[in-house]
């Protein structure tokens, strides 16, 4: 299956299917925190192990987060932000 077609498909299931949206669209939100967390981790030269030492959350969280399988709290970001001395800015696009 080509990408468009890929777009085309995602895009159709969307429109006939709310639940299919949702989970689409958190799953996009997810993937961008995965992204972001694992980002700032290597910006700070961190091990996972270092870097949940020094947020002070457990392994298991950071690397549910990482692998975009959990849906990261705003308090947990906030925590992250806070004890990696970080602005946490959550933006409308």
Not at 20 to 42: G, H, N, P, T
Not at 51 to 60: A, N, R
């Amino acid at each position: 299956m080509t990408l468009k077609r890929i777009d085309d498909y995602i895009q159709a299931r969307k429109t006939t299917s709310s639940t299919f949206a949702q989970a689409y669209d958190q799953a996009e939100v997810d993937l961008e925190i995965a992204v972001a967390i694992k980002s700032l981790r290597d910006s700070l030269g961190l091990s996972q192990r270092a870097f949940t030492e020094l947020i002070d959350k457990p392994q298991s969280t950071v690397a549910r987060i990482e692998a975009g399988t959990v849906t990261a709290s705003n308090k947990t970001l906030a925590d992250i932000a806070q004890k990696t001395h970080k602005q946490l800015r959550i933006q409308f696009i």
